[in-house]
């Protein structure tokens, strides 16, 4: 078997409901995740009761896309 080449140590911490910050590797300041538009709709959150932020599909997609 190969040697493992990376592992990724990244620390995520709930904040309410949706919302969490996670430490990633090369970022100095937390990134944050959350939900907007119709994902919030399909968990129920009602307009104004979020702030709305990027979800961790955004990132899976972009990074795929990357």
């Known amino acids: 078997m190969a040697e ?3 592992r990724s140590e990244s620390v995520i ?6 919302l969490r910050r996670a430490q990633v590797p090369g970022e100095h300041e937390p990134v944050t ?3 907007h538009g ?3 709709q ?3 959150r009602a307009p ?3 702030d709305p932020h990027a979800t ?3 990132y899976v ?3 795929t896309g990357g």
Do not use: L, N, Q, S
């Open 38 to 40: 119709a994902i919030a």
């Open 56 to 58: 961790t599909i955004d």
């Open 13 to 18: 911490e709930r904040v309410k409901g949706p």
């Open 33 to 35: 995740f959350g939900v």
């Open 61 to 63: 997609v972009a990074a």
């Open 48 to 50: 104004g009761t979020y």
């Open 42 to 44: 399909h968990y129920g």
């Open 4 to 6: 493992v080449v990376y």
